[in-house]
């Protein structure tokens, strides 16, 4: 289960501890392949879009489609840093949206034979905003958990 604390109103931070070795983990978050394999808010969900230019100054393009309707969400954004296998922070827009940017900062950490993601997902505009992305992000941290046992 992830942990998830919220200090404001702009600010959202979750963790989760996962049965992989980090390299995997830091993997799985970060290339094409595997994010088509699980990224999505919920059961489901398909993702197909997923590119990435894992490098500073590099540009993602991650799309959820529900397995309801016929959209489908893209997330977008810069790399800032990339510290493999340890951190990632990068902007977060939604195509479409209201053209507000977020950060996202992920950091990885070795517990044995397992590896904590701490997330910190920062500038929202209000609470409603940011408790909508904690439900997408719980989502996410779901779906990589089975993406993972496999």
Known sequence: MATTKSGSDTVLS????????????????????????????ADGFTA????VDLRVGGRYRLGMKPPDKDVVH???GVFH??????????????????????????EFHDRGAATEVVL????FTDAAMRDQHAQGWNGCFDQLTKYLAK
């Open 14 to 41: 979750l963790s989760r501890t996962f049965a992989a070795p980090r390299e995997a983990v830091f993997r799985a978050w970060t290339e094409p392949e595997a994010l088509r394999n699980w990224w999505g808010a």
């Open 48 to 51: 197909p879009i997923a590119e």
């Open 74 to 76: 893209v997330s977008t």
């Open 81 to 106: 840093e990339v510290q493999r296998p340890s951190r990632l922070v990068y902007t977060w827009s939604w195509e479409g949206g209201d053209g507000s940017e977020t950060l996202v900062t992920v």
């Open 120 to 123: 910190t997902h920062e500038r």
